[in-house]
């Protein structure tokens, strides 16, 4: 581990009383209310009753056990096999269960700033404490460093030239399947086979072990759920988005055209540039491209960006991408959505600006190599 000077640890001092007193404030309604969901999905997967556990009425009546008087439901739209692996959860009172999964996930937040620090140097200690969806998802009672801890793990193996294991890491993140759409594209367009074998055969596994758990009758309700349109109100308003939803919310613009032409224009931009990437840009263009596609994405589930973030800062030659992301690492993109609409956008369009950087330095490189060539 590399010497951290006393500066730096003063500045990481500091951003974390900052950030634990933002945490104190939300994590009463987060032991509420998001970290619900996931001790329900735990306590009926524990119970074995896996062909209701997307049930919408047997979730309610179990989360009104937990608190009476729940006015709605929180549902659990998480996939079976990880209902499985949080079933350790429900063996604890509901209290001292939300202790330790607020306990756990910090302690999984300090192990990937121990991994930055040691590959990065102290620099990256304060990058990361600046990042505002990390804490923010903790203080929501959310799952999103877990993506983190993954998209690392995934990111070291390929640098360990374990390509197959490097693989089936980020397959075990399709527990939030929607933030990694791009990646099956990535691997084949760089024709990494045995990275995409291990994410395909991990990912085989994790959806016949959920068709085993949940039978036909419990795989019906689950895609209803994913549908279900009645749920639409859980959700914050579209302007808060990070995703293009965001975007084109803060513009005012509901055109079923104009969202499929943005995200139509960012994966051919993204195939486009992905070819030739190398595995530092790969991995940035690939989670920021994920993102930015797709549907209900929330300002915690930007944590795993903070990869990109430190690999694009400490690894780009560009002095615009670097500033960008350097930008994006701070609370400003995020804090302006307390502004409301419109200025809420620059969220959204910041992490398109810092794609669309990302991606130019692949076509420089490009265009330079062919001057060489000839």
Known sequence: MPRVPLFVWLVVAGLAVCWIGLGSLMLPGARAGDFLNLYTGARLALEGNFADLHNVDVQLERERRILPGLPALLPFVRPPFYALLLAPLAMLPYGTAFICWITVQVLLLCGCMAWALKRFGPDALVFGMLYLPPPLGIASGQDCVEMLVLFILAYELTQRHKPFTAGAALAVMLFKFHLILLWPLALLVQRRWRMLGGFCAMAAGEIGLSLWLSGMRGTTTYVALLRNKSLDHLAPSPQLMISYQGML????????????????????????????????????????????????????????????????????????????????????????????????????ASMLALLLLVASETIQERRTQTLHSS
């Open 249 to 348: 919310a803060n513009l005012d613009i509901q055109a079923p055209w104009a969202v499929y032409a943005l995200i139509a224009a960012v994966v051919l931009i993204f195939l486009w540039v992905a070819r030739t990437a190398p595995l530092w840009r790969l991995f940035a263009l690939t989670a920021l491209a994920s993102l930015f596609i797709a549907p209900h994405v929330y300002a915690y589930d930007g944590t795993l960006l903070l990869l990109p973030i430190w690999l694009i800062i400490f690894t780009s030659v560009q002095p615009a991408t670097r500033i960008a992301a350097t930008l994006f690492s701070t609370p400003m993109p995020f804090g302006f959505a307390l502004a409301g609409k419109p200025y809420a956008i620059v969220a959204s």
